[in-house]
């Protein structure tokens, strides 16, 4: 292995040859003359996706070079704004300054970069840090006459105005300690953790699935790609890659499959639902869909309690697979398009959407049991309750509808969302339902009494997929921006 390969590989964004000579067993943490470390290099030059594989293999986040430049600082430098936003999630330390004192704020407020300024900002830099000539962003700000700036770097304008530039600093420096613990703590009271896909995979995130030990969590999206992240590093990698949409994802209750299905009416070797180990990304199984007559894609599938069953419906027909030897179980009813499906916690019935209707079967004869009308418009998701007592539906008529599957009755209708419902989770124990909305909000409800119990509101875009955490303490939205947002209950 040529000496300092690794290195000149990070910095020119070769992420095959990065992972290649990493797989080789390269140093991650060698350097070169000037102290940069293949992070700091790939940092400098924004390549992100490389940024992300050293992080992966235990790059040093907070390594600095002979000048004091972490690789958060690089990328601020560099305006390297999605490195920037990786790194932060990663949890870099966002106030560790370089040798003259300037942190990654110091730097941003210099360019003038407002972008850069408000993100930093978001994930709670000081902005009373002071650098070795004694000044906080805010004082750049001003002296540059960056005055957009001044909005987003003074923390009281009013009161800065009446103090001298001594007194200025001098309370910067008694309020910082106290200042950063309030603005860590709003942090963590106030924001939700964001997932983001890599630049070139963005898009819609079309279905999320928490592992059943809550430790990891799959996505599927418009680009096509599955992707597992490891929640406690917020790393990601790629598990499979499907040319049309990658429309949705599973876990089997044991949490040994991952099964997902994707395709479109453009490319025929899609039509298939593969499942994967979820520990070493081995495809397990692929279970033709392309053969079946009228059959374009894959759009829900769902894995019955017991994992024995795998359900699955797109365009044509819904089908049950016996996931552990891929033969078909039993063919369960032909369809326009059923967008989603679920199986009951007993496996007894299925629920499947048929544009505005409810199609609930038996899933041991196939027979139709009866037909759920209500909704005015095309239905998106459905989900059963933990006991199996009740089914919600979400539609494009912007309401979630509670239903007694047993007998049919419509219980109740959940009104709020001001555009179509996308959406629809209960919480494990069954005490919450969530419901996204393309409107950019999650609503949560009782079920017992229809109450509206709290909003998510997300401001930027609007909500394609939701999912509980299997303790119920964590909800996960899949968005139309192609981020994923964790919230903790």
């Known amino acids: 292995m040529e000496d300092g390969a690794l290195l000149y590989a990070a910095r020119d964004g070769n992420e095959g040859e990065v992972r290649e000579l990493l797989n080789s067993g390269a140093d991650v943490h060698q350097r070169d003359e000037e102290g940069r470390?293949?992070?700091?290099?790939?940092?400098?030059?924004?390549?992100r996706e490389v940024v992300r594989i050293l992080l992966e293999e235990d790059a040093d986040i907070e390594a600095a070079d002979n000048a004091g430049n972490t690789a958060l600082l690089w990328a601020t430098r560099g305006r390297h704004t999605n490195v920037v936003r990786l790194l932060l999630r990663k949890e870099a330390d966002i106030d560790a300054p370089d040798e003259t004192g300037d942190t990654a704020l110091h730097v941003a407020t210099r360019m003038g970069d407002v972008a850069l300024v408000m993100m930093l900002i978001k994930w709670g830099a000081d902005r009373d840090a002071?650098?070795?000539?004694?000044?906080?962003?805010?004082m750049l700000a001003k002296d540059a006459g960056y005055f957009k700036l001044l909005k987003e770097v003074e923390n009281d304008s009013s009161n800065e105005e009446d103090l001298s530039e001594d007194d200025r600093r001098a309370d910067a420096a008694k309020r910082k300690p106290d200042e950063k613990r309030k603005a860590a703590e709003a942090k963590i009271t106030s924001r939700c953790r964001t997932l983001e896909l890599d630049e070139g995979n963005s898009g819609t995130v079309?279905?999320?699935?928490?592992?059943?030990?809550?430790?990891?969590?799959?996505?599927?999206?418009?680009?096509?790609?599955?992707?597992?992240?490891?929640?406690?590093?917020?790393?990601?990698?790629t598990i499979g890659?499907?040319?049309?949409?990658?429309?949705?994802?599973?876990?089997?209750?044991?949490?040994?499959?991952?099964?997902?299905?994707?395709?479109g009416p453009y490319y025929?070797?899609?039509?298939?639902?593969?499942?994967?180990?979820?520990?070493?990304?081995?495809?397990?199984?692929?279970?033709?869909?392309?053969?079946?007559?009228?059959?374009?894609?894959?759009?829900?599938?769902?894995?019955?309690?017991?994992?024995?069953?795998?359900?699955?419906?797109?365009?044509?027909?819904?089908r049950l697979w016996e996931p552990a030897t891929g033969t078909i179980r039993l063919l369960l009813g032909t369809f326009l398009e059923c967008r989603h499906l679920a199986l009951s916690p007993d496996g007894g019935l299925l629920a499947a959407t048929k544009q505005f209707l409810i199609k609930l079967l038996n899933t041991s004869t196939g027979i139709e049991q009866r037909t759920l009308a209500g909704h005015l418009k095309n239905v998106h998701s459905v989900t059963f309750s933990p006991d199996g007592n009740l089914l919600a539906s979400g539609s494009d008529d912007t309401t979630v509808i509670l239903w007694n599957p047993a007998t049919g009755v419509q219980c109740r209708?959940?009104?709020?969302?001001?555009?179509?419902?996308?959406?629809?989770?209960?919480?494990?124990?069954?005490?919450?339902?969530?419901?996204?909305?393309?409107?950019?909000?999650?609503?949560?409800?009782?079920?017992?009494?229809?109450?509206l119990h709290r909003t998510?509101?997300?401001n930027s875009t609007g909500v394609h997929c939701v999912s509980f955490s299997l303790d119920g303490k964590l909800l996960a939205t899949g968005n139309t921006n192609g981020i994923i947002e964790i919230w903790e209950l």
């Open 413 to 451: 209708t959940l009104e709020g969302h001001s555009a179509e419902v996308r959406s629809v989770a209960f919480s494990p124990d069954g005490k919450l339902l969530a419901s996204g909305s393309y409107d950019k909000t999650v609503k949560l409800w009782d079920p017992a009494t229809g109450e």
């Open 206 to 237: 079309l279905d999320i699935a928490f592992s059943p030990n809550g430790k990891e969590l799959a996505s599927a999206s418009v680009a096509g790609v599955i992707r597992l992240w490891t929640l406690k590093r917020d790393i990601d990698r």
């Open 37 to 47: 470390t293949p992070l700091l290099l790939a940092a400098s030059r924004g390549h």
């Open 268 to 318: 025929v070797e899609d039509k298939v639902v593969r499942t994967w180990d979820p520990v070493s990304g081995a495809v397990l199984r692929t279970l033709d869909n392309y053969e079946w007559v009228g059959v374009d894609y894959v759009l829900s599938l769902a894995f019955s309690s017991d994992g024995r069953v795998l359900a699955t419906g797109g365009s044509g027909a819904v």
């Open 241 to 263: 890659k499907y040319r049309g949409n990658a429309n949705a994802v599973a876990f089997s209750p044991d949490g040994r499959l991952l099964a997902a299905g994707g395709g």
């Open 456 to 458: 998510l509101k997300n």
């Open 130 to 138: 002071l650098n070795d000539e004694g000044n906080t962003p805010f």
